[in-house]
């Protein structure tokens, strides 16, 4: 299984930025994405990647706010996050479906520890 490590997270108030990162224990062409959870709401997946070619993917939430981009020479993939709103608060899951090209629903298989992200008004 892949290892996923996540860093960044932190404070902001509503419109600040933020950038958080996952270094993978090892790197291929797979699906990688930044899933988020808040205090009873239902986990949503924000962002993905297809790491072969760096084709990106966001939920409609986060769309023009977010981007996710990559460093294969690191393992790493970074979540740059601005104008944050209050409704981005969650915790910040790194995760990979090592069978998926990210143009179909992926099916996380791996999961990092996280890192909280918390935005106020």
């Known amino acids: 299984r892949v290892q996923l490590a996540e860093s960044g997270g932190g404070s902001v108030q509503a419109g600040g930025s933020l950038k958080i990162s996952c270094v993978a224990s090892?790197?291929?062409?797979?699906?990688m994405g930044w899933v988020r959870q808040a205090p009873g709401q239902e986990r949503e997946g924000v962002a993905a990647?297809?790491?072969?070619?760096?084709?990106?993917y966001y939920a409609a939430s986060v769309k023009n706010r977010f981007t996710i981009s990559q460093d294969k020479a690191k393992n790493t993939v970074y979540l740059q996050m601005n104008n944050l709103k209050p409704d981005d608060t969650g915790m910040y899951f790194c995760v990979t479906d090592p069978k998926s090209t990210c143009h179909d629903q992926p099916d996380w298989d791996d999961w990092g520890q996280g890192t909280q992200v918390t935005v106020s008004p």
């Open positions: 990647i297809y790491t072969r070619i760096g084709r990106a």
């Open positions: 090892e790197y291929s062409d797979y699906c």
